[in-house]
């Protein structure tokens, strides 16, 4: 099982984030309904670990807060592979994926070290053409100031990534609710 702990996006959200997604010009777009935030990648495991991974998850405890996405960026320096939105505040995110990294890690879990960006993946680029490159820019800085209405997020959930040719699939396992 490729599993990942992750904010799914409330529907306010996706709604705004399915409007940049069709505009894009380029790249492979994720469906509006796979949008999500990703708090801790856990990668391949068996299902007793996995189980173990959910018996962790579900001893948090954290306050239901708002998220906004806001801003649009790309991961992979000079030649962009993903476009993502940024999230305007992100510190009870922050917080929320300390908390995942650390149970897991208290439940012997070793997670991959990566400083922790929150995002919203919207799309994956093969490596663009400079003609790409240019047209990416032009919408990048057409579409700098996007901002999505706020929402509240009730719940984070565990996913199972299903690796498919047209893109990956997620699948919500297990959710645990916020206070």
């Known amino acids: ?3 990942f ?3 799914p ?5 996706t709604a705004a984030l399915a409007r940049v997604t069709e505009a894009l010009p380029l790249g492979r777009t994720l469906d509006p309904e796979n949008l999500h935030l990703t708090l801790a990648f ?3 495991m068996d299902r007793a670990t996995a189980e173990e991974a959910h018996m962790a998850l579900e001893t948090i405890r954290a306050a239901r807060f708002d998220i906004q996405p806001k801003g649009l960026g ?5 030649s962009p592979q993903i476009i993502w939105a940024g999230i305007a505040d992100h510190d009870p995110i922050t917080t929320l994926a300390a908390k995942v990294r650390s149970v897991l890690h208290g439940a012997g879990m070793m ?3 990566r400083r922790f960006v929150p995002h919203v993946t919207l799309a994956r680029l093969s490596r663009p053409s400079s003609e790409e490159d240019t047209r990416l820019a032009r919408f990048l800085s057409r579409w ?3 901002s999505s209405p706020a929402a509240t997020v009730e719940q984070f959930a565990l996913y199972q990534s299903h690796l498919r040719p047209d893109g990956a699939q997620y699948e919500i396992i297990a959710s645990y609710d916020l206070e």
């Open 1 to 3: 099982m490729r599993l």
């Open 5 to 7: 702990v992750a904010i």
């Open 9 to 13: 996006m409330p529907d306010a959200c």
């Open 42 to 44: 856990l990668g391949e």
């Open 74 to 78: 790309t991961f992979a320096g000079r």
């Open 111 to 113: 997670l991959e070290r």
């Open 144 to 146: 700098d100031s996007f």
